[in-house]
């Protein structure tokens, strides 16, 4: 496991960044906030019933947080990795990682994930950055539930991320903040990157799904698993599920990401099941005109440690954090915003 950790991080061999003095909450740039505005206080409809406090992981590095939401009404947990660099220098200001997790809720893989980024910021000249693995609960999409029990996305954005930038000392600005997810974690970090581009400078989407806006798929079709999750995140409504995919992300939002400049990477590897829905995926955000990276990484499977190992681009992570102007005005998009099948 140690040499595959090593190997993930051969390829991010980075330049240091530079130590930015952006005071939390204050926008770069002057045109659009750096930290969303936590959520006012309201009667909430989340279900304070639902495991919005996980178990804790053991990983080295890694611990785990509480905080109350106000959009869910109760309280919600997150693990973090520390670099050591955070304790040795207490007057610098470190950008975040947040970490999606894949359907089963991703607590078995926050070890060895936060594993790589050690060994990559100890050893291979990753910049140091925290990691925030966000509690998203199971089989939920990332998505806010059309019944109101579990908004996710809205706790993540409304209220987690205000509380990170306010209880730690990160990079409080779309240059302090990365993106990233596996699976259905990458199809989180799609839609949410797509519809927040201006609090990520990256959004990493690795071997996402489910891509299909029928969800369709060959670990869809047939499965007991899409009725449930279409039955706890949609109420069973098709178009509720196209609405918020993905796919419609990237229609309805093309011309902020590329006013943003947002840096998007998409990878999956050319043994995963999903590696046709994923180029189905690139080539509808080339119709869309989205500027983006596409890796496919051969012999690998539906697995993240070797899909970060295959990874061959050193530039991703240094373009992401680095600040830069935003492109012209964005302009209306000629494209309907209909979620089309890609079929």
């Known amino acids: ?32 906030p750096a930290t969303p505005t936590a959520a006012a ?104 539930s059309k019944d109101g029990r579990a908004p996710i996305e809205s706790v993540f954005i409304r209220d987690l991320i205000p509380q990170i930038d306010q209880s730690l000392r990160t990079i409080a600005g779309p240059h302090g903040r990365i993106l990233e997810g596996f699976s259905m974690g990458g199809y989180g970090a799609a839609r949410i990157g797509f519809q927040h581009p201006e609090l990520f400078g990256g959004i990493s989407i690795l071997a996402a799904g489910p891509l299909s806006p029928e969800f369709e798929g060959p670990r869809a079709n047939g499965n007991p698993l899409r009725d449930e999750i279409l039955r706890d995140v949609c109420s069973s409504d098709m ?7 993905p796919w419609n ?29 994923n180029r189905t995926y690139h080539e509808h955000l080339q119709t869309q005109q989205i500027p983006h990276e596409y890796h496919e990484v051969p012999n690998v499977a539906h697995d993240t440690p070797a899909l970060l190992a295959g990874l061959a ?31």
């Open 41 to 144: 206080a309201a009667p909430p409809k989340a279900d304070p019933q639902l495991p919005w406090v996980t178990r804790e992981a053991d990983a080295p590095r890694v611990s785990f947080h509480r905080f109350h939401s106000a959009v869910a009404g109760t309280t919600v947990s997150y693990h973090l990795y520390t670099p050591l660099e955070y304790d040795q220098f207490p007057d610098r200001r470190f950008p975040v990682l947040y970490w999606l997790h894949g359907t089963e809720g991703g607590i078995n893989h926050i070890r060895p994930v936060a594993r790589l980024f050690h060994f990559g910021i100890r050893d291979h000249g990753l910049p140091p950055l925290l990691v925030v693995f966000v509690n998203g609960l199971s089989k939920r999409l990332w998505t806010d």
């Open 1 to 32: 496991m140690q040499r595959l950790v090593r190997t993930a991080f051969l390829w991010l061999v980075l330049l240091p960044l530079p130590v930015h003095a952006t005071t939390p909450g204050q926008p770069p740039d002057g045109t659009a």
């Open 249 to 277: 992300m990237a229609q309805q939002n093309a011309a902020r990401l590329r006013h943003t400049g947002t840096i998007i990477r998409q990878a999956v590897g050319t043994s995963d099941f999903s590696l046709a829905l």
């Open 239 to 245: 178009q509720y599920f196209r609405a918020t995919h």
């Open 313 to 343: 681009n050193a530039q991703f992570y240094r373009k992401a954090l680095t600040p830069r102007p935003p492109a012209a005005a964005p302009a209306q998009d000629s494209q309907s915003s209909t979620a089309d099948s890609p079929q």
